[in-house]
Structure formats: C-alpha cells, structure tokens
C-alpha cells in the first residue's frame, strides 16, 4: 500500500488550497481515506475523513464549513479542498487509511503566513 500527498504550499490568510492523496496497492473504492495534520509541537489531529462505499464524510470542529473532502475512485484521489485558510491551519498534512493497519503518506507542508 502506497499513499501519496501533494498540493501543500504557502498562502495568505483568508486563500485556498487544494491537497490531493493518491493511492495504490489497495482496492480504493471500499477503503475510509482520512486527513490528519501535525503543527510544529503540538500531536497529530484529525481533519477529515471519507468512507469508500458510503462516502460518508465527517469533519473535525475546527474546519467544518471551510474544508470539503471528496474522492474520485476511478483515479484513486481523495482531495481536501481548503478555503478561508487560518494562520493555525499551518502544519504538515497526512493522509492515512487502514488496511490490516494504518499506512500513511508521507505529508505535504502547509503554511498560511502573510
């Protein structure tokens, strides 16, 4: 199982970016694909998630209404699309999913600074 992130980068308070995670190694469509995210000092918390079958989707508090998960089975991406970026949104970002146990990509750096 290979999971792969990119799209972070840095930008301005109040702009967007859009991460991606793509996925090999794995039958994508039944698999959950989760967001997490670790700011310098602090430990690795949960941002989003999206289900395979279901596509049921769940938020954490923190970015509910700025940030939307979605997933394109057919290519094997899961996307976090992140608007309205806060100056403590800056950390690095994983995705992870669980397969026997959980494998996570590698992150994908994102800083809002002006």
């Known amino acids: 199982v290979q999971l792969q992130a990119s799209g972070g980068g840095l930008v301005q308070p109040g702009g967007s970016l859009s991460l991606s995670c793509g996925a090999s190694g794995i039958i994508f469509r039944i698999n959950t694909v989760e967001w997490y995210r670790q700011a310098p000092g602090k430990q690795r918390e949960f941002v989003a998630s999206?289900?395979?079958?279901?596509?049921?989707?769940e938020y954490a508090d923190a970015v509910k209404g700025r940030f939307t998960i979605s997933r394109d089975n057919a290519k094997n991406q899961v996307y976090l699309q992140m608007n309205g970026l806060r100056p403590e949104d800056t950390a690095v970002y994983y995705c992870k999913t669980y397969v026997h146990r959980d494998w996570w990509g590698q992150g994908t750096q994102v800083t809002v600074s002006s």
């Open positions: 999206v289900a395979g079958v279901s596509n049921a989707k």
